[in-house]
């Protein structure tokens, strides 16, 4: 078994900078916030299953990580788990990849909802893969450097989507016939997350406890119960971000609405990829300071204004420097929010079981979800953009009032341990 030190989590930190960088490669050719709606657009997608493509993708990670969560606790190779779990999404990935590179260019309108399948399968398998992934970070860090674990890590996932995002501008600039053009991209997908995988193999975890007896599906939903009823300040800490939740119908609607407005070219995703990955690093890497400074609340709070500033500047949008300012907002609340979430479950849970949490906070915001996509894209529907926007900006502004003035920073909490029992 390993003695788990300073020397061991620094062993875990290269490899899993490697890993991030090669996933933010992969993932620039397939983001929600550009790649995902512009190619469902150009599939001929309805406009509001377009604009709500971030929305249905948090649903459909938000699905399974309950089970997932539940079927871990009796994980006895948590490397062995995250790994396996990890094959799922390669192979849809493979797919995406194989069926829009061979595609006949003819039946492209009939296109949409085979994509469609494909992207809630691949939310799908990300719901599987959270829960099991977090609980192997956890058992493969020191709590006390787990910021800037995370911070370095989501910032190298920056880099690597800069750099996919440069080839992705380039691939959509040059002639090959659409969806051909994209399949390509979703290849390397695939084969970038295949390498992120990879790099999970040489990671050392810490020595596990004594194996504890079975743990059944009723004892974990005890467990979940005793955690609603006396974890109040989780519990403020998830009704902020259920208003929150309104950013991600948002996430799918700038780049139509800008798209709409300004008639830019597709390649112009690699540009906003570019653009937000790079400000979605220094935000990662800041928030991830922030986080072991003073509270990774406050790396959370740098989330949201990032969001809030983002549905601002799409308000009073005249000029493609607007467009442009829109995914440096967006970058911000991408960059900080990751590092910021994962450490604020860490902090929640202390030492207790992390993917309980991880599993409630997805499930218990997933209906949150749900509403704002029907309810944006009812006015998107109509025509009404205006009023979609004021929406999830008065919902950002509310988040923020309520992460501010009601949750306190986990770190600062008293006793949490006996609060709830086991």
Not at 244 to 251: I, K
Request: with cysteine; glycine share 8%; charged share 10%.
């Amino acid at each position: 078994m390993i003695n788990f030190g300073i020397k061991e989590h620094n062993h875990n930190l290269r490899y899993n900078l490697i890993h991030e960088f090669f996933w933010g490669f992969g993932v620039a050719f397939h983001t929600i916030y550009a790649v995902v709606p512009l190619f469902l657009k150009e599939l001929n997608a309805p406009e509001y299953i377009v604009m709500s493509s971030a929305g249905i993708f948090s649903i459909a990670i938000a699905l399974p990580t309950f089970f997932s969560a539940a079927l871990g606790r009796n994980i006895k190779n948590i490397k062995k788990s995250v790994i396996s779990v990890h094959c799922i999404i390669l192979a849809i990935t493979f797919m995406m990849g194989f069926t829009f590179t061979i595609i006949d260019s003819k039946i492209v309108n009939n296109a949409w909802r085979t994509y469609l399948t494909y992207f809630i399968l691949y939310g799908f398998s990300i719901g599987i893969i959270v829960p099991i992934w977090t609980d192997f970070l956890n058992q493969s860090t020191l709590n006390e450097f787990r910021g800037r674990f995370f911070g370095l890590g989501f910032a190298f996932n920056s880099i690597g989507s800069l750099t996919g995002g440069i080839l992705l501008k380039y691939l959509l600039s040059i002639y090959i016939v659409f969806p051909k053009n994209f399949g390509i991209g979703f290849f390397i997908l695939f084969f970038s997350l295949t390498v992120g995988t990879i790099m999970f193999l040489p990671f050392k975890v810490k020595e596990q406890k004594k194996a504890k007896n079975h743990q059944s599906l009723n004892n974990f939903i005890i467990e979940t119960k005793n955690i609603l009823m006396h974890h109040g300040n989780f519990k403020k800490y998830l009704l902020s971000r259920m208003f929150y939740s309104a950013c991600l119908p948002g996430m799918g609607l700038y780049a139509v609405y800008c798209q709409e407005k300004f008639n830019f070219a597709l390649s112009e995703a690699g540009t906003f990829t570019v653009i937000t990955v790079l400000c979605s690093a220094c935000s990662s890497y800041l928030a991830g300071k922030i986080g072991d400074m003073y509270g990774n609340k406050y790396g959370m709070l740098l989330a949201y204004f990032g969001h809030l500033l983002a549905g601002t500047i799409a308000l009073f949008i005249s000029t493609m420097y607007d467009v442009y300012m829109i995914f440096i907002a967006i970058g911000i609340g991408q960059g900080a929010f990751m590092p910021s979430a994962m450490n604020l479950i860490y902090d929640f849970s202390n030492k207790k079981d992390v993917k309980t949490y991880m599993a409630l906070v997805d499930t218990i915001l997933a209906p949150f979800v749900l509403f704002y996509i029907l309810l944006i894209g009812f006015f998107i529907r109509n025509g009404y953009y205006q009023v979609s926007l004021n929406i999830l900006v008065v919902s950002l502004i509310i988040s923020i009032l309520l992460m501010v003035f009601m949750v306190e920073d986990p770190k600062n909490e008293k006793s949490i341990i006996t609060r709830f029992s086991s």
